[in-house]
């Protein structure tokens, strides 16, 4: 069987899936989710001018002149904590104590932080500090009255944040097609959103197949194996946003097996074997797939993971990753996730490939497959460095358990080291 290049494998399956049906959702339960419409703010924020400092809400007119030497003295005439209507107007020669978040008083056009002013109650104390200071007579404000003394003259506008100055009404807030992040919660919650339209994560069935299959832990027999990929595929698929559905571990029966395909095809998006897809294998799993599904059985041209399969049971895709640990998550990086990504909506659905050195060498052999080696990377001095994260066999799971990355490493004899490598980021 001819060897596929990676590219061509990639864009035959990813061809074949299409983006699930959007759903309303609850925004506490959307973190991650990709919006299916654009969201629009039904109102502006902030709903109304309010102040972005603690401090004196003023006529910025009242205060042309002030400095420390030549405070000017307003008349206190109320207090505005946050949420608290503004009912008292602010007039001439006077100022209303706020909060940060409370709203802008009529008749008020700027704010004073705190930091600027002094208040005080009262004739006594105010004929005490006036004393040295051009303010205005004090016997002019009412004896128990609150004054401030304002240190700077403000602008108008100064230290208010206007309605709408964030969103106005109509405006949108989260367009359609948008992975949404915690900060897009928080805008959506913002403007009184508490229902979205999004798509749903994809719903994927995992098993593993084989007699030889041990999954509780007891002594192994000879020939006998450990689950394994089962765990690590369940948990990438939780990693990539999606919804497990643990099949366990069905055995080397037909029927059983074509029973565990049928029945995860009627309730999951996708279903993700491992094993039993290599040249010449005898397997149940494709004796089966063979007669109840539509599959083509692949030979890409990379290393680990050459073998895969990929169809459709009953409609619903299928993945045969091949069973050696390291190649069935190296395959379920490079097919099953950006699959998996479309069908939950995302536009960018491959992980990014970013450069680094080789801080040691990579060797490798030509073989005319791209090779995709466990690399540990770190950044320092700007720059991203690689090395082997250990064992590159497909069977050493530890290597892949250390690895953060993969280098791609096109067909050649290696990568000296200090030579630059292009190379997949992984994890959450
Ligand atoms: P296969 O692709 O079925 O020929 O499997 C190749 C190798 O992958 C087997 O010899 C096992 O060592 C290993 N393998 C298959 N299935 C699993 C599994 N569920 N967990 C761990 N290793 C497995
Ligand atoms: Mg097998």
């Not at 600027?116 to 004393?131: D, I, P, V």
Request: proline fraction near 7%; include cysteine; glycine fraction near 10%.
């Amino acid at each position: 069987m001819a060897l596929i290049p990676l590219e061509e494998a990639q864009k035959h399956i990813f061809e074949q899936i299409s983006c699930l049906s959007a759903a309303e959702v609850a925004v506490d339960e959307a973190l991650g989710l990709v919006t299916a419409q654009d969201i629009a703010s039904p109102e502006p924020i902030p709903a109304w001018d309010n102040t972005a400092m603690d401090g004196f809400a003023v006529r910025s007119s009242d205060t042309i002149g002030a400095s420390e030497q030549t405070p000017v003295v307003l008349e206190v005439v109320g207090t505005l904590p946050a949420g608290a209507q503004p009912e008292t107007p602010v007039q001439q020669g006077q100022a209303i104590r706020i909060m940060t978040g409370a709203p802008i008083p009529p008749g008020a056009d700027s704010v004073v932080q705190v930091e600027l002013t002094r208040s005080f109650a009262g004739t006594t104390s105010l004929g005490a500090t006036s004393s040295n200071s051009d303010s205005p007579n004090p016997a002019a404000a009412p004896s128990e009255a609150e004054q401030v003394e304002i240190f700077q003259q403000v602008q108008p506008g100064t230290h208010i944040r206007r309605a709408g100055e964030d969103l106005t009404a109509g405006q949108l807030a989260v367009p359609a097609q948008t992975c949404l992040t915690p900060a897009h919660l928080g805008v959506l919650s913002s403007i009184g959103v508490t229902k979205i339209s999004a798509y749903p994560k994809p719903r994927v069935a995992v098993f593993s197949t084989g007699d030889e299959l041990i999954s509780d832990g007891s002594p192994l027999e000879i020939g006998q194996i450990r689950d394994s990929n089962r765990i690590a595929i369940i948990s990438l698929a939780q990693e990539a946003q999606c919804e497990p559905i643990n099949g366990g571990v069905i055995p080397d029966d037909e029927t059983a097996i074509g029973e565990a395909f049928l029945k995860h095809a009627q309730t999951c998006d996708a279903i993700i074997t491992t094993g039993g897809v290599s040249m010449g294998d005898y397997d149940y799993v494709k004796v089966v797939l063979d007669r109840i599904g539509q599959m083509r059985w692949m030979q890409i041209a990379i290393r680990p993971a050459k073998p895969l399969a990929f169809g459709t049971v009953s409609g619903t895709p299928v993945f045969g990753l091949p069973g050696n640990p390291v190649s069935c998550m190296v395959s379920f990086e490079l097919f099953a996730r950006p699959a998996l990504r479309k069908m939950a909506g995302h536009t960018q659905i491959q992980r990014l490939r970013r450069r680094g050195i080789a801080a040691e060498a990579l060797p490798r052999r030509s073989d005319g497959k791209t090779h995709f080696a466990r690399v540990s990377w770190n950044y320092s001095d700007g720059q991203f460095w690689l090395r082997s994260a250990g064992g590159q066999g497909s069977h050493q799971l530890s290597g892949m358990a250390a690895a953060n990355g993969l280098a791609v490493l096109a067909d050649s004899d290696g990568i000296a080291q200090g030579e630059e490598v292009e190379f997949i980021q992984l994890g959450g």
